[in-house]
Structure formats: C-alpha cells, structure tokens
C-alpha cells in the first residue's frame, strides 16, 4: 500500500519562499519518478515538476511557470520529495499534490494522468 502525505503548506506573500515535503511509505522502490502538480478550482491540475528516480542518474523537468524559481530535491534514503518555492507570486498559489509512478517510461510524461499515487494536497496561499 503506496501512501503519499504533504506537508509545509501555508501563506506567504508575494516574493516569499515556501517550502513542500512529500513522504512516501510502502512500496516507494517501484517509483520511477515523483513530481508535484498544483491545482486551483476549476482548472485543470498543472505540472509544477517531475523528477526521475528510477536510476542512479536522476533528471528533474520543470513547468515553464516555475523554472528558475522552484527547487524539487529527492532524498532516497529518506523516501521524500521537497519542493522549494522561492520569489513566489500570487498566481502559485493553489492546492499543491505530491503525485508518483512505476511506469519506468515516466521520463516524458508531463500530465498528471500518467501518475497513479497521490498524496491529499496542500495549501498554498500567496498575497
């Protein structure tokens, strides 16, 4: 049984920084990759980024609205994936999940119908 859970949501004001943490439990060795998306009501979950896990040589790919200001870290040992917010804007703000997947083709996918686990969501808040 997979179990995503994140936490460190919160408000923040515009130009703030944030920081997310996704634990995995279970059975994380099948993960290939791991990512984050962020949702607000009415919109369609949005890719923030994924990360491939699935070998000693990991990539990480971001949405075009968060490069240069978000920061998503793996740590194996651990079974978490942080995400790092820096000089957020009040369009970041939304419900963000934590989202993985053990379809060793994950390299390309960048919609979030492709990942099978998901965590509950956090808040975020930006003004």
């Known amino acids: 049984h997979v179990q995503l859970v994140e936490s460190g949501g919160g408000s923040a004001y515009a130009g703030g920084s944030l920081r997310l943490s996704c634990a995995a439990s279970g059975y994380t060795a099948s993960f290939y990759c791991m990512g984050w998306f962020r949702q607000v009501a009415g919109k369609e979950r949005e890719l923030v980024g994924i990360?491939?896990?699935?070998?000693?040589?990991?990539?990480?790919y971001y949405g075009d609205s968060v490069k240069g200001r978000f920061t998503i870290s793996h740590d194996k040992s651990k079974n978490t994936l942080d995400l790092q917010m820096n000089t957020l804007k009040a369009e970041d703000s939304g419900l963000y999940y934590c989202?993985?997947?053990?379809?060793?083709?994950?390299?390309?996918?960048?919609?979030?119908?492709?990942?099978?686990?998901w965590g509950q969501g956090t808040q975020v808040t930006v003004s």
């Open positions: 990360r491939y896990i699935g070998s000693e040589v990991s990539f990480t």
């Open positions: 989202a993985a997947t053990a379809d060793g083709e994950c390299r390309d996918y960048k919609s979030s119908r492709d990942f099978s686990f």
